[in-house]
């Protein structure tokens, strides 16, 4: 027996069960002892661990982030997302042949197989990218037809590369769509992010550069992404994957999931809200709004965080750099002026609601020149790796099973049918 433990005691038996608590949690298992068909009620698994995981380690209330143990300040500051990508893949960061060779694999599958890219043209004009995304990623299952044999795992890290590879060719070819400009090819010089950046915004020039200023900061807001443990979007792919489907489905799905304005389509919603407040006049009377619970305040608050999101914190040193380059963003004052007042207000205060990772990225992403529709494209990206990092991981764990949650039945008791021409 550990040395932390809860002893649970059933009233009706009388029966009680001392359970270990390890790692901050307590196993089912010792509940289920007292009675099997008793279960626990937690609507959006609040207070639920549906796994044991060794990828990211988040502490929400003291703000600190970590990949495989390295502190999310020490890799937006040293490492590339190609190599953030790789840690989590594999545990471990590279050595320099190992990252020599992970750089090379990746660049050489970044094409997508030409049908797919014509399924793009098939949407309409105004199709949202993130909506275009999902689709072509499901439909890259077709193509991989080998990608079902998720118990071999030479099969399974060649799927992992395509989808890191793929991504940004399939956001940029959305992107280009909704435009109206052909596409742009992926080149193997450059780098991930500047790659994704030429094909994002190069037009007829073969000698062009992503400014290297820009495709920094990129590559940083992708580190910043690329996991957050057990999360809504993730939750999902670990969902799907538990059921056997490939990788490209169960990201397609994870990918659906962050499209949800909850999630990652939050940073649009900043833009737009900082748009609607206009001025930084206006910002008391919006938070008054925000406090009679009239709005919310989009990119505060978060399920984990109980604390200053540290990924908030790089992202705004980060946009200094960014506005060095290209001018500063004029919403940037009302979003500084908003989190001054927010965060010296009671109502936040007391709910803990603090900045998270969207508030500052989509006024970098803006600055950049993205549309504010590609912000969660950008967020998918970002966080392929993550995903993929704990399919991996849950496809080897022997604990577990196809995801199979009960409920609390609150319906009608039993009643007859009554023909319809009798009701
Ligand atoms: N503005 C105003 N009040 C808020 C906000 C907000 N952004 N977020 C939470 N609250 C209030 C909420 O009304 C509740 O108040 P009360 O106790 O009086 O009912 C209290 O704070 C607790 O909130 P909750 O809704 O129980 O918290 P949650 O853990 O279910 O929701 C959240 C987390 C992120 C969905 C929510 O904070 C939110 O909707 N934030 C705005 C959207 C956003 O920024 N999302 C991006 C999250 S970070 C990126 C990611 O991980 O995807």
């Given at each position: 027996?550990?040395?932390?433990?809860?002893?649970?005691?059933?009233?009706?038996?009388?029966?009680?069960?001392?359970?270990?608590?390890?790692?901050?949690?307590?196993?089912?298992?010792?509940?289920?002892?007292?009675?099997?068909?008793?279960?626990?009620?937690?609507?959006?698994?609040?207070?639920?661990?549906?796994?044991?995981?060794?990828?990211?380690?988040?502490?929400?209330?003291?703000?600190?982030?970590?990949?495989?143990?390295?502190?999310?300040?020490?890799?937006?500051?040293?490492?590339?997302?190609?190599?953030?990508?790789?840690?989590?893949?594999?545990?471990?960061?590279?050595?320099?042949?190992?990252?020599?060779?992970?750089?090379?694999?990746?660049?050489?599958?970044?094409?997508?197989?030409?049908?797919?890219?014509?399924?793009?043209?098939?949407?309409?004009?105004?199709?949202?990218?993130?909506?275009?995304?999902?689709?072509?990623?499901?439909?890259?299952?077709?193509?991989?037809?080998?990608?079902?044999?998720?118990?071999?795992?030479?099969?399974?890290?060649?799927?992992?590369?395509?989808?890191?590879?793929?991504?940004?060719?399939?956001?940029?070819?959305?992107?280009?769509?909704?435009?109206?400009?052909?596409?742009?090819?992926?080149?193997?010089?450059?780098?991930?992010?500047?790659?994704?950046?030429?094909?994002?915004?190069?037009?007829?020039?073969?000698?062009?550069?992503?400014?290297?200023v820009?495709?920094k900061a990129?590559?940083?807001?992708?580190?910043?992404?690329?996991?957050?443990?057990?999360?809504?979007?993730?939750?999902?792919?670990?969902?799907?994957?538990?059921?056997?489907?490939?990788?490209?489905?169960?990201?397609?799905?994870?990918?659906?999931?962050?499209?949800?304005?909850?999630?990652?389509?939050?940073?649009?919603?900043?833009?737009?809200?900082?748009?609607?407040?206009?001025?930084?006049?206006?910002?008391?009377?919006?938070?008054?709004?925000?406090?009679?619970?009239?709005?919310?305040?989009?990119?505060?608050?978060?399920?984990?965080?109980?604390?200053?999101?540290?990924?908030?914190?790089?992202?705004?040193?980060t946009a200094d750099d960014v506005f060095a380059v290209?001018?500063?963003?004029?919403?940037?004052?009302?979003?500084?002026?908003?989190?001054?007042?927010?965060?010296?207000?009671?109502?936040?205060?007391?709910?803990?609601?603090?900045?998270?990772?969207?508030?500052?990225?989509?006024?970098?992403?803006?600055?950049?020149?993205?549309?504010?529709?590609?912000?969660?494209?950008?967020?998918?990206?970002?966080?392929?790796?993550?995903?993929?990092?704990?399919?991996?991981?849950?496809?080897?764990?022997?604990?577990?099973?196809?995801?199979?949650?009960?409920?609390?039945?609150?319906?009608?008791?039993?009643?007859?049918?009554?023909?319809?021409?009798?009701?």
């Amino acid at each position: 027996m550990s040395e932390e433990s809860i002893t649970l005691t059933d009233n009706r038996s009388g029966k009680s069960v001392t359970v270990p608590i390890e790692h901050g949690v307590f196993s089912s298992q010792g509940v289920r002892e007292l009675d099997p068909g008793l279960f626990f009620y937690d609507p959006a698994f609040k207070s639920t661990a549906s796994c044991s995981s060794s990828i990211t380690d988040l502490d929400g209330v003291n703000g600190i982030l970590r990949f495989r143990g390295y502190p999310i300040e020490q890799l937006a500051e040293k490492s590339t997302f190609l190599e953030v990508a790789y840690l989590l893949i594999n545990g471990e960061l590279p050595t320099p042949a190992q990252y020599e060779e992970w750089v090379h694999h990746v660049t050489y599958h970044t094409y997508i197989h030409e049908n797919t890219a014509d399924f793009i043209k098939g949407f309409r004009y105004d199709a949202h990218p993130m909506g275009m995304l999902v689709s072509v990623v499901a439909a890259l299952s077709t193509f991989y037809p080998e990608s079902k044999q998720i118990h071999d795992p030479q099969i399974r890290m060649i799927q992992a590369i395509r989808l890191i590879a793929k991504m940004p060719t399939m956001a940029a070819f959305a992107y280009r769509h909704s435009v109206g400009l052909p596409r742009e090819y992926p080149v193997n010089h450059l780098t991930y992010t500047g790659n994704f950046l030429r094909m994002m915004w190069n037009v007829a020039d073969p000698n062009y550069e992503p400014n290297p200023v820009l495709a920094k900061a990129l590559d940083l807001l992708f580190i910043l992404h690329a996991d957050h443990e057990q999360n809504c979007s993730t939750t999902t792919m670990r969902t799907v994957g538990s059921a056997g489907a490939d990788p490209f489905i169960s990201v397609a799905a994870a990918a659906s999931a962050l499209y949800g304005p909850l999630h990652g389509g939050a940073n649009e919603k900043v833009i737009r809200m900082l748009h609607e407040i206009g001025d930084v006049k206006n910002v008391a009377a919006y938070v008054d709004k925000v406090k009679k619970g009239e709005l919310k305040l989009q990119g505060f608050g978060h399920r984990v965080y109980k604390n200053y999101d540290p990924r908030a914190r790089i992202i705004k040193k980060t946009a200094d750099d960014v506005f060095a380059v290209t001018g500063t963003n004029p919403l940037l004052e009302i979003a500084l002026k908003l989190e001054e007042v927010a965060l010296s207000d009671d109502y936040f205060i007391e709910r803990k609601l603090y900045p998270n990772v969207d508030f500052y990225s989509g006024l970098i992403y803006e600055a950049m020149g993205f549309p504010m529709d590609m912000f969660t494209v950008l967020f998918a990206i970002g966080r392929t790796p993550g995903w993929l990092a704990h399919w991996l991981e849950l496809v080897q764990d022997p604990e577990q099973k196809i995801y199979r949650p009960r409920q609390a039945y609150i319906g009608p008791d039993k009643r007859d049918y009554v023909p319809i021409d009798q009701r």
